[in-house]
């Protein structure tokens, strides 16, 4: 069984430190001055933005609507569109050292969207890998509830020497993303239907942040040996020097 570093974390801290600690993360482990490492967090409210997101004419608008709407605009580390994060949801961060790690990245994705699926059906949720149609921030391995809602998008970010698997687990207040992401994709001018947007309460009754994060913590247990670490203090320099590079830009 592998070795899987855990960092674990419930206090919300500014969104663009967090990103940049996992992009910080992601290239430590690539160049093989950290082992494997899986972060869990409780993030802050934001609105990450990808590649394509960030060439949109549309950008500066949805940056600025997020913002008004309470949610920091940021640079998403993974791909995709726009996706939601806030204190009702999961963020999980993935980082795996891989010399060939281009041709993994299917199997990568399959593997991440399986363990979260196992976690989600342990909780009593109808958990399916797949995407819904008309989902926010579509994507072959978003996890699904009765093929009907979206509660969790998996994204993937490749390195020289590695890759680093993003997720954002909707545990609660579906209805904060749907308020947030219609100004915003409006302004992107993206084609979505809001009521594909679900969260494991609404699913099961009742679920507590951690309860979904001991359901996660005890499937990637199931897979790897679980090592408790922390972040530590090179890893962090780190992601204060790149932290601005994950802000966007104020809107119009």
Request: charged share 25%.
């Amino acid at each position: 069984m592998a070795a899987l570093r855990l960092i674990a974390g419930a206090e919300p801290i500014d969104p663009t430190l967090d990103a940049a600690i996992s992009r910080a993360l992601m290239l430590r482990v690539a160049a093989g001055e950290l082992p494997d490492t899986l972060r869990i967090s409780r993030p802050a409210a934001s609105v990450a933005f990808g590649k394509r997101d960030q060439i949109n004419p549309g950008y500066q608008e949805a940056a600025a609507a997020a913002r008004a709407a309470g949610f920091e605009a940021t640079e998403r580390l993974a791909g995709g569109r726009a996706a939601v994060f806030h204190e009702g949801t999961i963020h999980l961060s993935h980082s795996l050292r891989d010399g060939d790690p281009r041709s993994g990245v299917t199997r990568r994705f399959d593997a991440t969207a399986d363990l979260i699926v196992d976690a989600l059906r342990d909780l009593g949720v109808d958990a399916h890998v797949g995407e819904v149609e008309g989902e926010y921030c579509p994507g072959a391995h978003s996890v699904n509830a009765r093929h009907a809602v979206k509660i969790v998008g998996v994204g993937q970010r490749v390195v020289h020497g590695g890759a680093h698997l993003g997720g954002v687990v909707v545990v609660d207040g579906e209805q904060r993303v749907r308020d947030v992401l219609e100004p915003v994709y409006a302004a992107l001018a993206l084609a979505w239907r809001p009521e594909t947007t679900g969260s494991v309460t609404r699913e099961v009754g009742s679920a507590s942040w951690d309860d979904v994060r001991s359901a996660i913590e005890r499937t990637y247990a199931d897979r790897y040996e679980l090592e408790a670490g922390e972040l530590d203090g090179k890893t962090l320099a780190l992601a204060e020097r790149l932290q601005p590079e994950h802000l966007s830009p104020a809107g119009v």
